[in-house]
């Protein structure tokens, strides 16, 4: 009976319903049942005892996966594309240098401006091989099927490729898991449920490169009516309503009378005033500001570091406490209407309130703190976020150093250094506009004001 399956429900269906049904002849020797005897009426418990068995022994199964994924021990079999077991030690990554130059270079494309579709279609062009037919080809032995076309790349394995941590040299356990030991199917955990251990092989990618692909990537870009995709397509947003700008040109446009619109202006004209800026004329104020920005890293990377990390703990503690001291509001109002709730039961129960009365002001209290309770997620989510942030200094000066002789745009360079760019409205009398540039690992940093407190502490020192 137990070979016969581990599901009560279902095995009571076969033995009562469909053998008889069909006319089939059962017989479970070591359990003593025969279907030509008449029914046995121990089945259904046996039934019962075999699913328990089955229900422990998958607990226990589970338990001894969550204990070694906790422990920072590998959970999965096999390595992904880029990686291959060490022949002295099968629990150890060793990087696959052929297959670690294609992920290198997925990566490389990406920060090129190219999507997902477009990278298979590179690699595809350029006949090189995709994971599992590369896999096949080096008799790597692995639960695949034998493909078709093997240079056949799809944007889902790409996607997947350019999200994978483990190319950072970080093992990460518990993204996937079973809902019950009866479904096979895997679903996926949210990364806050991941167990992630650093440093546990050598990376492929360096950090500040995933995390620029990644910023790109949840940044959606879009192509104009022509087929042009803005150079600070997915970096530039409406300081005032936050929505991002999009690149506007026409056939008869020269290059230098393309703009960027607000997309919210552009949709409704009452939710927004117009924000504009020509192409060209915010590439000219950007290389500019990136140009003062390099100059600056390079030849004061102390001065850099020290302001960098005294202004990101000033930025931290101010944001930090702002947030939290939200948060305890939130949550104090979520507390006062449980008993706001709970005093409109009683009065309703008392008939001190009336049905209807009732119905309707319990009903806006619940709604309340739904909204705040979902909004209260939300800031903690924030919270803990925020504690997490460090200022990388050491990253934006690798960065500087790699372009210090920078003479033009283009979007490798933008997405290397910028994590958005805000454009404010033109004002009325002075005809100016505020640019707010945020950097990546700095977030929003004063290059020029910078420059000049330092210019100003040397001409100090000479006088002294």
Request: a positive charge; hydrophobic letters at 35%.
């Amino acid at each position: 009976m137990s070979r016969l399956g581990r599901d009560y429900l279902q095995v009571g269906m076969y033995t009562d319903i469909v053998f008889p049904e069909f006319g089939v002849h059962f017989i479970a020797v070591n359990d003593g049942i025969d279907s030509t005897r008449g029914e046995n009426e121990f089945a259904a418990i046996r039934n019962i005892f075999n699913e328990m068995f089955a229900r422990d022994t998958s607990k226990k199964i589970r338990a001894t996966w969550q204990s070694k994924g906790k422990s920072g021990e590998r959970l999965c079999t096999n390595p992904p594309y880029g990686y291959t077991k060490d022949p002295d030690d099968r629990k150890k990554w060793i990087i696959d240098e052929e297959a670690a130059a294609v992920v290198q270079m997925m990566f490389s494309l990406c920060m090129d401006g190219m999507g997902t579709t477009q990278i298979a279609k590179w690699l595809c062009k350029n006949k090189i091989m995709m994971p599992t037919a590369y896999w096949q080809s080096k008799e790597i032995n692995r639960p695949v099927k034998q493909v078709q076309d093997p240079y056949k790349w799809s944007s889902e394995v790409i996607s997947k490729i350019l999200g994978r941590m483990e190319y950072l040299g970080h093992t990460v356990n518990f993204k996937t898991y079973r809902e019950s030991y009866k479904k096979k199917e895997k679903l996926y955990n949210a990364p806050d449920k991941w167990a992630v251990f650093e440093n546990t092989h050598d990376p492929i990618i360096e950090e500040n490169v995933f995390l620029i692909v990644q910023n790109i990537r949840q940044s959606r870009r879009r192509r104009t009516k022509m087929g042009d995709m803005g150079m600070f397509s997915g970096l530039l947003y409406c300081g005032d309503c936050g929505g991002k700008m999009y690149l506007c040109r026409a056939t008869n446009f020269k290059p230098e009378q393309a703009y960027y619109l607000c997309s919210t202006y552009r949709k409704d004209r009452e939710l927004c005033t117009t924000h504009t800026i020509r192409n060209m004329v915010l590439a000219e104020i950007v290389l500019r500001n990136l140009r003062e920005a390099i100059v600056y890293v390079t030849e004061n990377e102390d001065d850099f570091t020290r302001e960098a990390a005294d202004r990101a703990v000033q930025e931290h503690n101010r944001e930090f406490m702002a947030k939290k001291d939200i948060l305890a509001k939130t949550e104090k109002r979520i507390a006062e209407l449980d008993v706001i709730i709970k005093r409109l039961y009683e009065d309703n129960v008392a008939e001190k309130l009336t049905d209807e009365r009732f119905v309707k002001l319990s009903r806006d209290y619940e709604q309340e703190q739904k909204t705040l309770k979902i909004s209260a997620e939300t800031m903690r989510q924030d919270v803990k976020e925020q504690e997490q942030k460090k200022s990388n200094a050491k990253s934006f000066i690798a960065t500087a150093k790699k372009y210090a002789d920078l003479n033009t745009l283009d979007v490798t360079v933008l997405h290397e250094f910028i994590d958005r760019i805000e454009i404010s409205a033109t004002d009325t009398k002075s005809r100016e506009r505020k640019i707010h540039i945020v950097y990546n690992f700095m977030g929003a940093f004063d290059f020029e004001a910078a420059a000049e407190n330092t210019k100003s502490k040397k001409d100090k020192k000479k006088t002294a």
